[in-house]
């Protein structure tokens, strides 16, 4: 396609639909577009190319945008297609990743490395189309929706700003409109509402919940579930118990558009892959080209240089940009981040290179963020770090899985690491749980679209089927618990005089993945700077995040024995058996003081049996113990620590099998603890300051998750004069 035709398939007379963007509602400022269109055309095009190596066969090459499967039956499949630069979606299971092919080059590529793949989605164009029949459909048969806001329809940019300014206006004790430190690339403001009781106080030290939307543009649902939150906060508090309490202890911040530039683009190019009417009653036709309706980056075109006005609505720059969420600092430029600005996972050049990044990236130092939601579609998953499986599970894993598992079974999605889809560096989570220790996740919003009919994530939201009544809305209050928990976190508190400003600070080094970029940044230096201003009476309670970071702290992991003391294996008989059809065997330990027992559930065809282990108790009734609900065609193993003398229950569940048979293997290991990490020990500096930040006071405090530490400040009280 050339871009002649680019310009021209926004501007083709047809017949008559709904509204357009104000570029487009004047036959005069369309044919101004047009014109502007094809001006840029040819800097655009060679600016690309200079940038990216990309050939203007590549670019020019007739071909439909298409959603599919590749297969990887791998990891090192994995790391392959992760190389190449291309789509990925967050939709992958042991054998396969999904991917967005947008142009024939991209399709060449995968063949000139040799997989193969179905196709999901054609043509996401058409699909895009079809999509947009069935939300206009919605909004016609819907006075108002389930959501807290009653929405019908996707917002635009526009209307989260004017939801996130009414909702200040209309609530001022409760919410306040906040403007992150610094516009995007083209110049528009990144805004977000901050909530709580008392919401202007300074001096209550609450623990902060953060929600964030949009990192990548074509999310639409990320940033819709995020500001309905912000809604449904809002609107119950005062009538609904649970959420007043948890108001009146945390605040919450909520942004739901992160990448604001690239958002909008993908927004108002949705809108128009459809027919529209004009002003003058004549017609334009918006071709079923997806345009910038799946752009996944953000607006950098070359790198440290401000895009021209207009460049990166253009779809001929489509692929250029930056992955936000391959930009944080943490393990920067590693696995899973693409290396050329015509990737679509591109890292930046360098670490918080970005604005969006460094929004977050500001928000969250200043703030003791004690839980995090990062909103992405789609998987229907529950991600925790970490993102690279070679660094191991972190010193939080018990205490991050469980969380995941609550807030999972409420949506009904997988709760998972982020390296089990693949290896990931330089995301969000991984940076904000590295550096601070608040626990942080990504939530993979539906089943297998970008942005689907508007109806489906309104029950996202609400909850559908099993999880009517519960779905994501009661996973996010599960999340706000937590942060609410100073089980999870820390306190620092005492006495010092009113008025006077505490400050802690603490600055260290985040490592990148130099090791894999030679010339690369192999450290980066954070600063987390926080203040509490001590109320009236003197008395204070500042909810913090541990001093120490996960990352340097010594912790031990069970390891098993090579090889098991006892092993028995058996397999059963389960031709016909229907889903949710169920096999047991038993299994009896009698031995004493064993670690471990860990229980393999093997079958041979390419699909989904789910494993449940039970220990009988004396009146005959079954403990579940353990269990294992893996992707399809991944073996189940089910782990009990220090397992009692007993008889133990092992039961397959027919998820979606058409297997002949299973294979139960119950084997006792042995057990050894391996030790983790540097051992370090950190420490904040905490000042005591007048308001006009005169130093009265000097100290360096250490506290660890779930304690208090007291401090004296008898120095500030006695040098303070207000």
Not at 89 to 95: I, K, L, Q, S, W
Not at 508 to 537: C, H, M, N, W, Y
Not at 665 to 670: D, E, I, S, V
Request: charged share 25%; hydrophobic share 35%; net charge negative.
């Amino acid at each position: 396609m050339t871009v002649l035709d680019d310009c021209s398939t926004n501007l083709v007379a047809n017949e008559p639909g709904g509204s357009v963007p104000s570029a487009f509602r004047s036959p005069r400022r369309a044919v101004r577009r047009l014109v502007a269109c094809l001006a840029a055309g040819a800097l655009a095009t060679s600016v690309a190319q200079a940038a990216t190596g990309v050939t203007a066969a590549e670019t020019d090459a007739a071909f439909a945008a298409q959603l599919v499967r590749v297969q990887t039956s791998t990891a090192a499949d994995k790391d392959r297609l992760g190389a190449l630069g291309l789509d990925l979606t967050e939709h992958a299971g042991p054998t396969y990743v999904e991917a967005v092919l947008h142009t024939a080059a991209d399709r060449d590529r995968l063949t000139r490395n040799g997989f193969t793949w179905t196709v999901r989605i054609p043509d996401i164009g058409k699909r895009q189309l079809e999509i947009n029949k069935i939300d206009k459909a919605y909004a016609a048969a819907t006075a108002a929706s389930p959501l807290p806001s009653g929405r019908d329809t996707y917002r635009t940019l526009n209307d989260y700003n004017r939801d996130m300014a009414a909702l200040a206006a209309d609530h001022p004790k409760l919410v306040k409109s906040i403007t992150l430190n610094h516009p995007s690339l083209e110049g528009r403001d990144v805004k977000g509402v901050e909530i709580s009781d008392n919401v202007a106080s300074t001096t209550d030290g609450k623990p902060v919940f953060l929600m964030l939307g949009v990192h990548h543009a074509r999310e639409w649902p990320s940033g819709e579930l995020s500001m309905e939150f912000a809604v449904d906060l809002v609107k119950n508090f005062g009538s609904d118990s649970r959420i007043t309490g948890l108001l009146k202890k945390t605040r919450v911040i909520v942004v739901p558009v992160v990448n604001v530039d690239g958002f909008h683009q993908s927004r108002t190019w949705g809108d128009l892959v459809d027919t529209r009417e004009v002003d003058n009653g004549g017609t334009v036709t918006v071709l079923a080209n997806p345009g910038n309706a799946y752009k996944r980056k953000n607006c950098r075109l070359v790198d440290g240089t401000t895009p021209p006005p207009d460049q990166c609505y253009a779809p001929y720059n489509r692929y250029l940009g930056v992955d936000v969420n391959r930009n944080y600092g943490g393990l920067w430029g590693g696995a899973g981040a693409g290396t050329s600005p015509a990737d679509e996972t591109y890292r930046g050049a360098g670490p918080f290179s970005e604005p969006e990044t460094q929004n977050i990236r500001e928000l969250v130092s200043s703030r003791h963020v004690t839980t995090l939601i990062t909103n992405h579609t789609f998987s229907n998953l529950v991600l925790r770090p970490p993102g690279v499986r070679k660094t191991g599970e972190t010193v939080d894993e018990a205490a991050m899985k469980d969380l995941g598992g609550r807030m999972a079974a409420q949506n009904g999605y997988q709760n998972l690491h982020g390296y089990e889809l693949y290896d990931t560096t330089g995301t969000t989570e991984d940076w904000s749980y590295g550096a601070t220790g608040g626990f942080g996740y990504t939530f993979e919003i539906g089943p297998d679209e970008f942005h689907p009919p508007f109806s489906e994530t309104v029950a996202e939201y609400v909850g559908a089927g099993d999880h009517a009544g519960k779905g994501n809305r009661e996973a996010f209050l599960i999340a706000l618990e937590n942060a609410a928990n100073s089980q999870t976190h820390s306190l620092v508190s005492g006495k010092a005089p009113a008025g006077a400003v505490l400050r802690l600070k603490k600055q260290f080094a985040t490592k990148t993945s130099q090791e894999e970029q030679p010339g690369r940044p192999k450290v980066i230096l954070d600063t987390l700077e926080s203040t509490l201003v001590v109320p009236g009476g003197g008395k204070y309670t500042w909810h913090v995040n541990p001093s120490t970071r996960p990352e340097v702290m010594q912790h031990r992991l069970k390891v098993l024995d090579q090889d098991p003391s006892r092993e028995e294996s058996t397999t059963v008989t389960t031709a016909g058996w229907q889903p949710q059809n169920k096999v047991q065997r038993e299994f009896t330990v009698t031995e004493q003081g064993i670690g471990a027992l860990k229980v393999n559930l093997d079958w041979p065809t390419p699909d989904d049996v789910d494993l449940n282990v039970y220990l009988k108790q004396a009146d005959g009734t079954l403990k579940q113990v353990g269990s294992s609900g893996n992707f399809i065609n991944e073996k189940e193993e089910a782990l009990i620590d220090n397992p009692a003398p007993g008889t133990y229950v092992m039961e397959a569940v027919n998820f979606a099998s058409v297997t002949s048979e299973v294979t139960f293997k119950a084997g006792l290991y042995g057990t050894d603890e391996q030790v983790f990490g540097d051992g370090l020990v950190e420490s904040y500096t905490l000042t005591c300051e007048k308001p006009d930040g005169a130093v009265l006071q000097k100290t360096t405090i250490t506290v660890d998750r779930g304690k208090t530490q007291r401090l004296d400040l008898t120095e500030c009280t006695k040098a303070f004069r207000p």
